[in-house]
């Protein structure tokens, strides 16, 4: 077995990877939303002078990669590999924001995961010694994923009570192996998970088996104690996939409920914003992450992370043709301090 | 993997688990908007027939404005406001069918008058032309079957 | 005179609330989407005007009856029975589109404008 494999899904970072300086813009409905503080920047229309969603969604990443890099104090040139991606078809968010950066790029599509897939494997090109410096971004907007999942703006609909929000924003992470933390330490990758679940109105209740299975094996896979972390924070479940979440959990012998949250409850205050279940969409666990939590590292708050974004891996295709909804999450341990 | 349930079991319990619908609020206020939008639409029925028009011109008239109404409320981002609180209530009635015709012609604006506005529109209510035209068509061969 | 015009608003409201609020159970009990509550809803007017039923829902809700979109369907049927009467077995081919005529095309032409003039604004 490789040396760095600890476990079937899981491995340890031996090298110091840090996280140099994050960077998170959030749309108008996050920057009402109780985390508003803790982001870069709140763009104040959902168009922000573009001519469409999907444009303005790019013009998003743009401006989150270049935040990132002036907050990071570095170049271009000092980035090996940016790793993004999106919810849009063929990832043209990413594809189209970071075109004129002039990096070795790599897109990647894992739904709400993608930004724990992108920092798992930017983690990794610098542990093996590929890289030095690896932006990961991933980017969602409310109505370029409503157009193309959903139905179009003005449709008279009503959402049901286990729906969420998707996140307009962008979070990016800037990895590398010259800081001096939060570091990363561990990396769970996840398996495809589908138990069945076809609603895509309920996409909590796909998701959250996937997690279950993906923390559950990181403690076994790693042997640590459930109190080695401060916070265990899900993707994107929602209030309806975070009760399912800790239920299960609790059955299989891991009661996380009393230092676990989801993002997607986090960023919006789910009775008065109207959101339902609450948020979703790739920035949601991107800008919470970027925001939130490593701010909160960074002033001592918290010192130990689990944080595992989830996705479902459908397609208005699939879910047309009446397949379930697979799904995945992926883990990521980040902790202020090398302790061993 | 970590898995203590069946897929049935698990759709069992993840339905046990998630919120439902109010559906005595939401059929209540089905009720009273879509009864509303279609007093609205006999108020205009009885405008009109009032200025002498006949029984044809009436209803194809009434159509034809209630079809505009709900263009207009549409356009004004107003329409899918109502559809949130009313649910059926503005789903079901013409007016639906007008905004279930603009809003996604308006959405996909983006990817031009062609192959956007021009086929996009019929996303929705396509299907809704195709089955009654078809039962329509039916339904008369029956007919003049039957009495022919 | 005056009773007569309350009362066809009375019918109105109470027969098109019953229909919408039969959609929304259905809505809410079975997930359906409201391009599929519009497709039940038109073809089932269709198959209620065929059996002669949705004539007399009109007697009694007028607007209430025709303006939802089971009218539509109703209206469909009307037609093409009418068209039959007149010329035979063309009139299932004519009938249908030409009752509803004035609808369909209002809502192409003035549907066009309207995506022309006016652009989707985001949800909060």
């Known amino acids: 077995m490789a040396s760095k494999r600890i476990g079937k899904q899981t491995v340890k970072i031996e090298s110091p990877v840090s996280i140099a300086a994050t960077a998170a813009i959030a749309g108008p409905k996050e920057g009402d939303g109780p985390l508003r503080l803790y982001f870069d920047m709140i763009i104040e229309d959902e168009m922000w002078g573009e001519k469409s969603w999907e444009k303005a969604e790019s013009k998003i990443v743009k401006e989150t990669f270049s935040r990132l890099l002036s907050k990071a104090d570095k170049t271009t040139g000092e980035i090996d590999y940016v790793i993004a991606g999106d919810l849009l078809n063929q990832c043209i968010a990413a594809n189209f924001g970071l075109r004129d950066s002039e990096i070795p790029f790599f897109g990647v599509f894992g739904a709400c995961s993608t930004i724990a897939e992108s920092m798992q494997l930017g983690t990794m090109l610098i542990d093996g010694g590929y890289a030095d410096n690896v932006v990961a971004l991933t980017s969602s907007h409310f109505c370029s994923a409503e157009k193309q999942f959903r139905f179009p703006l003005e449709l008279g609909t009503q959402r049901p009570p286990t729906s969420q929000w998707t996140v307009t924003g962008s979070g990016a992470v800037l990895l590398t192996n010259q800081g001096s933390g939060p570091y990363i330490t561990y990396l769970t990758t996840g398996k495809i998970v589908d138990m069945g679940i076809k609603d895509a109105n309920n996409m909590g209740a796909a998701m959250a088996p996937a997690a279950v299975d993906t923390i559950a094996t990181h403690f076994k896979d790693t042997g640590l104690p459930i109190d080695y972390y401060d916070l265990i924070v899900t993707g994107d479940l929602g209030l309806v996939g975070k009760t399912i979440c800790a239920d299960l959990l609790k059955r299989h012998g891991f009661d996380i409920s009393d230092r676990y949250n989801d993002c997607g409850v986090m960023i919006f205050d789910c009775k008065r914003q109207d959101v339902h279940s609450g948020g979703s969409g790739c920035a949601c666990s991107a800008t919470v992450f970027a925001g939130f939590i490593y701010q909160e590292m960074m002033k001592g708050n918290l010192n130990r992370v689990l944080f595992v974004p989830t996705g479902a891996l459908m397609s208005t295709t699939s879910t047309q043709q009446g397949e379930s909804i697979p799904a995945i999450a992926h883990a990521v341990s980040v902790e202020r301090d090398l302790s061993s | ?148 | 005179m005056m009773q007569n015009t309350f009362m066809t608003y009375l019918g109105a409201f109470i027969v098109g609330g019953i229909i919408c609020a039969i959609g929304q159970i259905l809505i809410d009990k079975t997930k359906l989407t409201s391009a599929r509550i519009l497709v039940l809803f038109v073809t089932t007017g269709a198959v209620l005007g065929g059996l002669g039923i949705y004539e007399k829902i009109v007697q009694i809700g007028g607007a209430g009856a025709t303006v939802p979109l089971t009218g539509f369907g109703y209206n469909l049927v009307k037609g093409t029975m009418k068209e039959i009467n007149q010329h035979g077995l063309l009139g299932a081919f004519t009938g249908g589109v030409k009752a509803a005529a004035a609808g369909i095309t209002a809502a192409v032409f003035f549907g066009y404008l309207a995506s022309v003039a006016f652009t989707p604004k985001a949800k909060r």
């Open chain 2, 1 to 148: 993997m970590y898995n203590i349930m069946t897929k049935k079991e698990y759709e069992k319990y993840a339905e046990k688990i998630a919120p439902k619908s109010n559906i005595v609020r939401n059929t209540a206020r089905a009720f009273v908007v879509g009864g509303l939008i279609c007093v609205v639409g006999q108020i205009i029925t009885n405008f009109l027939k009032s200025k002498g028009y006949d029984m044809d011109d009436t209803s194809n008239l009434t159509a034809l404005i209630m079809i505009l109404i709900g263009i207009i409320f549409t356009g004004l981002n107003v329409y899918d406001e109502l559809g949130r609180f009313a649910g059926a209530g503005s789903i079901v009635p013409i007016t639906g069918f007008a905004n279930s015709i603009v809003s996604p012609a308006m959405e996909f604006k983006s990817e031009g008058f062609i192959m956007g506005v021009g086929a996009k529109m019929f996303v929705i209510a396509g299907p809704v032309l195709v089955y009654g035209i078809s039962a329509s068509v039916v339904i008369g061969i029956i007919y003049y079957l039957l009495n022919f």
